[in-house]
Nanobody, 122 residues
Framework: QVQLVQSGGGLVQVEGSLRLSCAAS????????MGWFRRAPGKERDFVAA????????YYADSVKGRFTISRDNAKNTLYLQMNSLKAEDTAVYYC???????????????WGQGTQVTVSS
């Protein structure tokens, strides 16, 4: 019903900025909760941010609050994650996702992007 293609990852320095994009095809993503998750080396995939379908409210993990901004452009069917003031601990593979269940847990999402590496160097 929806396919997600990510772009925008790369290597940045501490305190730098990066914007990730997630382009959707098929069904418009306004019908879904949209989220960002990340998997750091040796760790499980963790919640980063989400936009809830019902009211468009944005939610953030405490670790990124005030530094990351999730947004969507419905006309372009694209989700973004603007990452500022990056820290070494932000290094991870980042995934966008679409789903109809919980916005916080991975199992609430049925569709996933391919993932993109973000590496923050000291």
């Amino acid at each position: 019903q929806v396919q997600l293609v990510q772009s925008g990852g790369g290597l940045v320095q501490v305190e730098g900025s990066l914007r990730l994009s997630c382009a959707a095809s098929g069904r418009t993503f306004s019908n879904y909760n949209m989220g960002w998750f990340r998997r750091a080396p040796g760790k499980e995939r963790d919640f980063v941010a989400a936009i809830r379908r019902s009211d468009g409210s944005a939610y953030y993990a405490d670790s990124v609050k005030g530094r990351f901004t999730i947004s969507r452009d419905n006309a372009k069917n694209t989700l973004y994650l603007q990452m500022n003031s990056l820290k070494a601990e932000d290094t991870a593979v980042y995934y966008c996702a679409a789903g109809s269940g919980s916005y916080y847990y991975s199992y609430g999402y049925g569709y996933w992007g391919q993932g993109t590496q973000v590496t923050v160097s000291s």
